[in-house]
Nanobody, 121 residues
Framework: QVQLVESGGGLVQPGGSLRLSCAAS????????MAWYRQVPGKQRELVAQ???????VYSNSVQDRFTISRDNPKNTTSLQMNSLKPDDTAVYYC???????????????WGPGTQVTVSS
């Protein structure tokens, strides 16, 4: 099986920074997309940022120019550097990865349990 474990959440003041990390472990043949999503109560989970195995990135308009996603392919990890945080960034942040287990052509989606980020003075 595959496990994703996030770390780095917490409480930060507006304008501050946090760095989230996610490590994937298990019988991983390959990781394709790695991404960060976030969710607040009563709303749908939304994409924050994603990064492909080749480094191509996509960002939500709301975090463009403030957040930076990166990954370390040999270590199966991804990180999200969050700067200039706003109260609207408060949410549970989830790590997501597309994982190949036994075949290079079949990928499965896995989620981490989530980590709380609270931006408040």
């Amino acid at each position: 099986q595959v496990q994703l474990v996030e770390s780095g959440g917490g409480l930060v003041q507006p304008g501050g920074s946090l760095r989230l990390s996610c490590a994937a472990s298990g019988n991983i043949l390959s990781l394709k997309i790695m991404a960060w999503y976030r969710q607040v109560p009563g709303k749908q989970r939304e994409l924050v940022a994603q990064i492909g195995s080749g480094g191509r990135t996509v960002y939500s308009n709301s975090v463009q120019d403030r957040f930076t996603i990166s990954r370390d392919n040999p270590k199966n990890t991804t990180s999200l550097q969050m700067n200039s945080l706003k109260p609207d960034d408060t949410a549970v942040y989830y790590c997501y990865a597309e994982v190949a287990l036994h075949s290079w052509s079949i990928y499965y989606g896995y989620w981490g349990p989530g980590t709380q980020v609270t931006v408040s003075s």
